[in-house]
């Protein structure tokens, strides 16, 4: 991975780091989008974003039929939205299950680390798009305003990127 890769990886981690939910969007058999809320548990250094979840909810069929997914967050008190594609995998690795095991998680596995359904989501980061404002809720409404009197677009509203792991640099 290029140090511009892997400064990429470091901004997008940066801003999920703390956003404890995301929502999974897989396709179905039909090619449907469907969407669900996962506890993020990390986000490695190699870009990897895990969940925990069991091996016998339907949609962790449907990632093997197709691994390309998007899970998207949100902190609305700071005005945060990430978007990040990636391809997923389902993995039964109880060493990285105890690395994040944590008492949370037990509510849904009462057997623990032994639970048969236990798995894992590995969702490799190929793409990320995000939008961040570092301004106040009232100068927001300000330049909001401001625009609405002028005609003129809101200026200086936050910080908009898009990222691509992969792409060479």
Same mark, same amino acid.
């Given at each position: 991975?290029?140090?511009?890769?892997? =400064?990429?990886? !470091?901004? @997008?981690?940066?801003? @999920?780091?703390? *956003?404890?939910? %995301?929502?999974?969007?897989? /396709?179905?058999?039909?090619?449907?989008?469907?969407?669900?809320?996962?506890?993020?548990?990390?986000? !490695? %250094?190699?870009?990897? @974003?895990?969940?925990?979840?069991?091996?016998?909810?339907?949609?962790?069929?449907?990632?093997?039929?197709?691994?390309?997914?998007? *899970?998207?967050?949100? =902190? @609305?008190?700071? /005005?945060?939205?990430? /978007?990040?594609?990636?391809?997923?995998? &389902?993995?039964? =690795?109880?060493?990285?299950?105890?690395?994040?095991?944590?008492?949370? *998680?037990?509510?849904?596995?009462?057997?623990?680390?032994? !639970?048969?359904?236990?798995?894992?989501?590995?969702?490799?980061?190929?793409?990320?798009?995000?939008? =961040? /404002?570092?301004?106040?809720? +009232?100068?927001? &409404?300000?330049? +909001?305003?401001?625009?609405?009197?002028?005609?003129?677009?809101?200026? %200086?509203?936050?910080?908009?990127?898009?990222? !691509? *792991?992969?792409?060479?640099?």
């Amino acid at each position: 991975m290029t140090q511009f890769a892997q =400064d990429q990886l !470091d901004a @997008i981690k940066a801003k @999920i780091k703390h *956003v404890e939910f %995301g929502m999974l969007t897989t /396709s179905n058999v039909a090619g449907r989008l469907t969407s669900r809320p996962m506890t993020q548990q990390q986000i !490695d %250094g190699q870009g990897q @974003i895990w969940f925990f979840t069991s091996d016998k909810s339907p949609f962790t069929h449907e990632l093997q039929a197709n691994p390309q997914v998007n *899970v998207s967050f949100s =902190d @609305i008190k700071e /005005s945060l939205y990430v /978007s990040v594609s990636g391809h997923a995998e &389902l993995l039964k =690795d109880r060493a990285k299950a105890g690395e994040m095991w944590n008492p949370i *998680v037990k509510a849904w596995f009462p057997e623990g680390l032994d !639970d048969p359904h236990l798995a894992l989501i590995k969702v490799s980061i190929e793409t990320a798009e995000y939008w =961040d /404002s570092h301004l106040s809720k +009232m100068a927001q &409404l300000y330049a +909001m305003a401001k625009a609405a009197v002028t005609g003129e677009r809101p200026q %200086g509203m936050g910080e908009h990127a898009k990222i !691509d *792991v992969n792409a060479p640099r």
